[in-house]
């Protein structure tokens, strides 16, 4: 069974800065893009960065230049380098992969989600 797990979380003050991993585990043939999404209380979930197999990235307006996404497809994971947080980037944040299973099968999964929390 797949899994994406997530780690690196937690309370940092603004400005500061915070890096993210997820793993992806299980039996699967190749990983697609992969990404991070964040969900805010009250808020919808929207998308941060993703970043293709081949290392083509997107970023949304509200952390281009303050954040950055990469893979280690060797190791099947996804980081995110968070610098100049400011207390709007507070939410949980989610890890997706659109993963092939075999020559058939192609599912998007989602992490258990990780809270960031920007505050002094």
């Known amino acids: 069974q797949v899994q994406l797990v997530e780690s690196g979380g937690g309370l940092v003050q603004p400005g500061g800065s915070l890096r993210l991993s997820c793993a992806a585990s299980?039996?699967?043939?190749?990983?697609?893009?992969m990404g991070w999404y964040r969900q805010a209380p009250g808020k919808e979930r929207e998308l941060v960065a993703d970043i293709t197999s081949g290392g083509s990235t997107n970023y949304a307006d509200s952390v281009k230049g303050r954040f950055t996404i990469s893979r280690d497809n060797a190791k099947n994971t996804v980081y995110l380098q968070m610098n100049s947080l400011k207390p709007e980037d507070t939410a949980v944040y989610y890890c997706?992969?659109?993963?092939?299973?075999?020559?058939?099968?192609?599912?998007?999964?989602w992490g258990q989600g990780t809270q960031v929390t920007v505050s002094s």
């Open positions: 997706n992969a659109d993963i092939r299973l075999d020559t058939i099968y192609e599912y998007d999964y």
């Open positions: 299980g039996s699967m043939l190749s990983i697609n893009a």
